[in-house]
C-alpha cells in the first residue's frame, strides 16, 4: 500500500516536471520550421523519455536504502519531491508553460482563446485604473445580490461584476436605450424573466430592485451560455445584443458561424469589443478583492503576475 501511495506521489511530482519541462520547450522551439522548431522539440521529447527512465533507476536504488534506513523513509522522500513540486508549480513562469503547452495541444482553438485572452490583458493595461477603482468601490452595496445570483443560477459572480462594470459602472439608472438597472436590462430572455420569477416568487421582476436585477442579469447569462454550448465570449456576445430578431443565434446561422473567432469579422456594427470589456473588467475586479488595489500592468513583474492571477470566466 506504501508503495502505492508513494508512486502516485512521484507520478504528480513527474507530471509537474512534463508540463513545465514540455511547456517550456513549445515557448522556444515554437514554429513550422524542421531544423528550428519540429526537430529540437522532438528532441526534447526523447530527451525527456530518457531522464524518466533513468530518475526511475535512481528513485529504485535510493528507495532500497532508504528502506534498510527506516519503513516510511521513502513515503517521506515522496513527500518531500511532491511539496517541492508544488511550490513549483504556484509559480508564475509555471503557468506560462502550461499556457504554452496547451495552445500547442490545443491547436488553432486554444491559440485563438490565448490570443483573446492577451487581448483582455490589453484592455486592462489601456483602463484608467484610478476611475476603475471608484467604479468597484461603488460595486460594495451590490455584492452580496451579485454572488447569490450568481450561486442560483450557476454563473461566474466575477463576470457577472464585470458585466455591471461595463454596463452602468454601478451607477443604476434608466439609459435612453431602454437599460435599466445595474446591468441595464432591455429585453430579457422569455425563460430568464419566468425563472427568476419562480425563484422570487414574483409576478414580475422590478428591473430597478437591486437584487431583481442582478437575479435576471444571472438568468439572462445563464441562459445564453446553455444556448452557446458553454462557451462564454459567445454567451457576453448574445447577452449584450438581446433576444430581438433571433439574437446572435440567428445571426450565427446567416453566416454559418460556429464559434467567437469565426463570428467576429462580421460584427463591425455590433459589439464585438463587449466580451473583452466584460471580461477585462471582471479581471480588475478580481485583482481588486485579493490585493486591494490595480497594479499597472506595465510596471516591473506585474504583468506576469496578472496573467498569474487568470482572466475570470477562462481558468485555463
Known sequence: MLAILEVL????????????????????FGGSGLTQSL??????????????SVLIGLW?????????????APLAAAGLVVFGACVFASRPDFRADLQNLRT???????AGKSSIGHQVYAAYRRADLDAMQAILGRSRPYLPAIRTAAQTYGVDGEVLVGIGVTESSFVPRDSQDGGRGIFQITAAPRAAVEAVKKQLRISRPDPLNPQHNA???AATLRHYLDEMNGDLFLALLA???????????AIMRQYGAKDFFTIQPYLQHLPRAYPIRVLSAALAYRLWSREGQLPHYQDGENARFIQAVGIPGLDW
Open 9 to 28: 506521489l512521484l507520478t504528480s511530482a513527474g507530471l509537474v516536471a512534463i508540463i513545465a519541462v514540455m511547456g517550456r520547450a513549445a515557448d522556444w
Open 39 to 52: 526537430l529540437p522539440f522532438a528532441g526534447t521529447v526523447l530527451i525527456l523519455a530518457i531522464a524518466g
Open 60 to 72: 529504485n536504488h535510493l528507495r532500497r536504502r532508504l528502506v534498510h534506513m527506516a519503513p516510511l
Open 104 to 110: 500547442l495541444v490545443g491547436g488553432v482553438e486554444q
Open 215 to 217: 437575479q435576471l442579469a
Open 239 to 249: 447577452y449584450n445584443i438581446g433576444p430581438r430578431n433571433g439574437g446572435l443565434s
